[in-house]
Each structure stands twice: as C-alpha cells, then as structure tokens.
C-alpha cells in the first residue's frame, strides 16, 4: 500500500476502476465491542431491555449496513454479497466495573473488490443498534476497537491483525 487508490493524477477523488480485475472469492471479517456496566448487560443478556432482543435487532441492523454501504461511504462500490454472518461474544470484565459485548462481522463476496468496508460498516451499526436499545439505561456506554480483523482473496492476498 504505497500509495492512496481513491485519488486520479490531479489529486481529484475518484472511485477506483476494477473492470479489469479478476473476481475472485474474497472474505473480510472485522470486530469492535461496545463496553457497558454490568446492569446493561444482564438486561441484554436476560432478554428483559425495554426495546426487545437486543442482540437479535443488532445482528439484522449489522446486517442491512453490510448491503448499504455503498449507500454511506462515497467511493465505495455497491457490491453482491454472498454471505454475512455477525455474532456476538458477551466478555465480563474482572473487576465488574464494565462488561462488554464483542461483534464480529464476517462478509463474502465473488468480485472484483473486497468487502472490508462491508465488514467494518456491519459491526459499527449492530454496536450502534445496541446501544439505541439500551441508552435509556445507560448513555456510558462505549464503542471501541473497531478494526479489521482478516481479510482473504484478491490481487493484495490475505490479511491477518496482529500477524
């Protein structure tokens, strides 16, 4: 990655051309956590928040923003997913200050660009989504560490956080 893709000769932002690249089967999967106190959590995780079932409101929001991505970030190229797939892992802190929820959003397409994008919208809106449903009890809550994770296939190969 020596130099910036989304800018011409002129310095002009531009939408990257991959007419002429080759599809191929590309996956990205990204993660983030939303920290909470311990309260919001076990209102989370006893299906008992005001708003309905959190988490299951959060994996179809993180969904939908997969798909729509091109619809919020200006260069990126609207896509046919093949696949998405967000889970959630409920992570307890040791001093019982501040639990948190980790999402992980996997994302595939057969194309000519990846889906990393695809895959750092979906975990950033399902985060979003919870804490929408859970703000009337606690407006502390915190997103953080929303990174990519892996990225597979393309002309670039693969990618792998903290390999």
Same mark, same amino acid.
């Given at each position: 990655?020596?130099?910036?893709?989304?800018?011409?000769?002129?310095?002009?932002?531009?939408?990257?051309?991959?007419?002429?690249?080759?599809? !191929?089967?590309?996956?990205?999967?990204?993660?983030?956590?939303?920290?909470?106190?311990?309260?919001?959590?076990?209102?989370?995780?006893?299906?008992?928040?005001?708003?309905?079932?959190?988490?299951?409101?959060?994996?179809?929001?993180?969904?939908?923003?997969?798909?729509?991505?091109?619809?919020?970030?200006?260069?990126?190229?609207?896509?046919?997913? !093949?696949?998405?797939?967000?889970?959630?892992?409920?992570?307890?802190?040791?001093?019982?200050?501040?639990?948190?929820?980790?999402?992980?959003?996997?994302?595939?397409?057969?194309?000519?660009?990846?889906?990393?994008?695809?895959?750092? !919208?979906?975990?950033?809106?399902?985060?979003?989504?919870?804490?929408?449903?859970?703000?009337?009890?606690?407006?502390?809550?915190?997103?953080?560490?929303?990174?990519?994770?892996?990225?597979?296939?393309?002309?670039?190969?693969?990618?792998?956080?903290?390999?």
């Amino acid at each position: 990655m020596s130099q910036l893709t989304h800018f011409d000769a002129q310095g002009q932002a531009h939408m990257v051309d991959v007419a002429a690249k080759a599809s !191929t089967h590309r996956i990205g999967i990204a993660g983030g956590r939303i920290e909470m106190l311990p309260t919001t959590l076990a209102l989370i995780e006893s299906g008992s928040a005001k708003k309905g079932d959190v988490l299951g409101i959060a994996r179809v929001a993180g969904i939908m923003a997969a798909k729509k991505t091109s619809d919020l970030i200006p260069l990126c190229h609207p896509l046919v997913l !093949t696949r998405v797939a967000i889970e959630f892992e409920v992570l307890r802190a040791n001093d019982s200050r501040v639990d948190s929820v980790f999402c992980t959003a996997t994302v595939e397409t057969v194309g000519p660009t990846g889906v990393e994008m695809e895959a750092l !919208t979906a975990v950033q809106v399902a985060l979003l989504t919870i804490y929408d449903m859970c703000k009337a009890v606690d407006r502390g809550m915190a997103i953080t560490d929303c990174r990519l994770l892996e990225k597979h296939g393309g002309k670039s190969g693969s990618f792998v956080a903290g390999v």
